[in-house]
């Protein structure tokens, strides 16, 4: 007997991938979708007869319009949004990291967690809620109103208390980094995106099946708002754009597969 759906009850949206039109290797997957939208829509020219009486209406210009969130941050979406890849580091091409480092004064001296880029110029003492106190620039030595800096180690203040908590902020080179950059010159481009999504039969919903809404000439917006929290999530959207060179013009298509 064919298979033939008709009523396709929702579950929920497993996953989205998105693959390169060029050798459809993958340029982000997804799987934590929520508030799925796809808007499909068109344009409309109606023929009126003398006093302007609508006769017919015709349709052209279909679009579709999909957005979606993610409800974790994903670099790799980030990174197609924005026009650009994902950097990995490694010891030949490190990435650049700023560090922020607070500790207790001590016995005059501390050693820094990394080698600076660039040496640190200011120092500062923190007060009790945190933010910045007093200042101290970098020096030859170390003074009542100078700090000074040998490779990792810096050398205090004097007059400090042993208590006191101290902050100095600076760049350096890392191997163990991941950075994605948004560059204005850059911008996405088309991709395919498939999204799955598990459901059921209206008439046997014991049986949970799979569908698929592909697109095949996706390109995705590099609008959004981020909300950066923990509760936040991440945005997409994009426009299905026809795939030109093929004969349907597809915006976009849904398979439901058969199952065992």
Not at 207 to 227: G, R
Request: glycine fraction near 6%; charge should be negative.
């Amino acid at each position: 007997m064919a298979f033939d759906i008709n009523n396709f009850v929702i579950d929920r949206v497993i996953r989205g991938v998105a693959l390169s039109q060029k050798d459809d290797s993958v340029l982000f997957s997804i799987n934590q979708m929520q508030n799925v939208s796809l808007n499909c829509a068109s344009e409309s020219t109606d023929a009126v007869d003398a006093l302007g009486t609508p006769i017919a209406t015709f349709y052209r210009a279909k679009s579709a319009e999909f957005s979606a969130e993610n409800a974790i941050f994903d670099m790799n979406l980030m990174a197609t949004q924005l026009g650009t890849t994902k950097k990995v580091a490694s010891s030949t091409a490190k990435i650049t990291a700023p560090a922020m480092e607070s500790f207790t004064y001590g016995n005059g001296s501390y050693d820094l967690k990394h080698t600076p880029k660039t040496v640190p110029n200011e120092i500062y003492v923190l007060n009790g809620d945190s933010t910045f106190g007093k200042k101290f620039v970098k020096g030859t030595s170390a003074s009542a109103t100078e700090f000074s800096i040998t490779n990792k180690t810096l050398a205090l203040p004097t007059g400090l208390n042993a208590g006191d908590e101290l902050f100095v902020m600076y760049d350096y080179e890392t191997e163990n980094a991941v950075e994605v950059v948004n560059s204005a010159t850059e911008f996405p481009v088309g991709c395919k995106f498939v999204m799955e999504v598990l459901g059921a039969d209206v008439c046997d919903q014991t049986t949970l099946i799979h569908a698929y809404v592909i697109f095949p000439n996706f390109k995705l917006s590099p609008d959004f708002d981020w909300s950066v929290a923990t509760d936040g999530s991440h945005p997409f959207s994009g426009k299905a754009q026809q795939a030109y060179c093929d004969k349907e013009k597809k915006l976009f298509n849904i398979v439901i597969p058969s199952e065992d």
